[in-house]
């Protein structure tokens, strides 16, 4: 897994899933509100919270971006998953984020938000990244403005209504010879 990068941020280290993950990855999963505004919003038991593990793993092969598990710097604790993904289906590369409630409300969400989106403009050169998220999770929502996502539509998205937010890369001023 040598070709995932690491992200750095102040307080936390992004990095590979690995099997040292697993039980506090499962244990997330299989809690009903980590669970509720993602998917079809049910908890997953062990044997598919591998299955979620081994897919955020492979997204990286196939798509070159991916799922980090969020470590605390200091400590190395797990504490959720954040990344880039765009499955087939998918309308847009999608930045996402998951904590363990435990670890919510700190601005880790956010923190690890802003180093995935350097890391989609300047290593994958993205001209737009977007976030869906459930309507009704506000906590989400407010992540999302506070990464500067722009909410640009309403859509039903696997079966549930989704506000759809939008990021643009930094404009950067062409500097012109004089």
Avoid at 23 to 47: C, F, H, N, V
Avoid at 77 to 90: D, N, S, T, V
Avoid at 141 to 149: I, N, S
Wanted: hydrophobic share 40%.
């Amino acid at each position: 897994m040598s070709d995932i990068p690491v992200l750095e941020t102040p307080r936390l280290r992004l990095t590979a899933l690995t099997e040292r993950h697993f039980d506090d990855y499962a244990k997330m999963l299989a809690d009903a509100e980590s669970t509720r505004w993602i998917g079809d919003g049910q908890p997953l038991d062990r044997m598919n919270a591998w299955r979620s593990m081994a897919m955020l793993l492979g997204h990286w092969a196939l798509r070159g971006c991916g799922m980090w598990a969020i470590e605390l710097k200091q400590t190395g604790e797990f504490i959720g998953r954040a990344g880039l993904m765009k499955p087939e289906g998918w309308p847009d590369l999608e930045l996402g984020w998951m904590l363990k409630p435990e670890h919510r409300h700190h601005g880790y969400a956010t923190e690890a938000g802003e180093a995935i989106l350097a890391f989609a403009w300047n290593e994958m050169h993205a001209q737009r990244v977007i976030s869906l998220v459930r309507i009704g999770n506000e906590a989400s929502d407010h992540v999302a403005e506070r990464l500067g996502g722009e909410h640009i539509d309403n859509i039903d998205f696997l079966g549930g209504a989704t506000h759809l937010f939008a990021y643009y890369p930094p404009h950067r001023e062409v500097r012109r010879a004089s």
